[in-house]
Nanobody, 118 residues
Framework: QVQLVESGGGLVKPGGSLRLSCAAS????????MAWYRQAPGKERELVAS???????YYANSVTGRFTISRDDGQNMVFLQMNSLEPGDAAVYYC????????????WGQGTQVTVSS
């Protein structure tokens, strides 16, 4: 099974930027898509962004224009560049593969914590 390891989270001020990384133990090119999810305390895990194997991207309305998802198939890595961060972006961020639109496939990793506070 594929192992996913997220990194790059931390404490940032509102308006700041952060770049998250997701390293996969196996090839990511065979999946329909790679995606980032987030879960804030007391809330359901939600899809933030995804990028298909043909480089089609999707963004949740709340992050459109501020976040950019990208992938490097040679490194088996997925990235999430987060700009203009807001307090509402604070959450644990997870990556995963998708076997179809919106469908997480691999076991969840530990995630990486993003805190946005002044």
């Amino acid at each position: 099974q594929v192992q996913l390891v997220e990194s790059g989270g931390g404490l940032v001020k509102p308006g700041g930027s952060l770049r998250l990384s997701c390293a996969a133990s196996g090839s990511i090119s065979s999946a329909y898509a790679m995606a980032w999810y987030r879960q804030a305390p007391g809330k359901e895990r939600e899809l933030v962004a995804s990028i298909t194997n043909v480089r089609t991207t999707y963004y949740a309305n709340s992050v459109t224009g501020r976040f950019t998802i990208s992938r490097d198939d040679g490194q088996n890595m997925v990235f999430l560049q987060m700009n203009s961060l807001e307090p509402g972006d604070a959450a644990v961020y997870y990556c995963n593969s998708q076997d179809g639109p919106g469908r997480a496939f691999a076991p969840w990793g530990q995630g990486t914590q993003v805190t946005v506070s002044s």
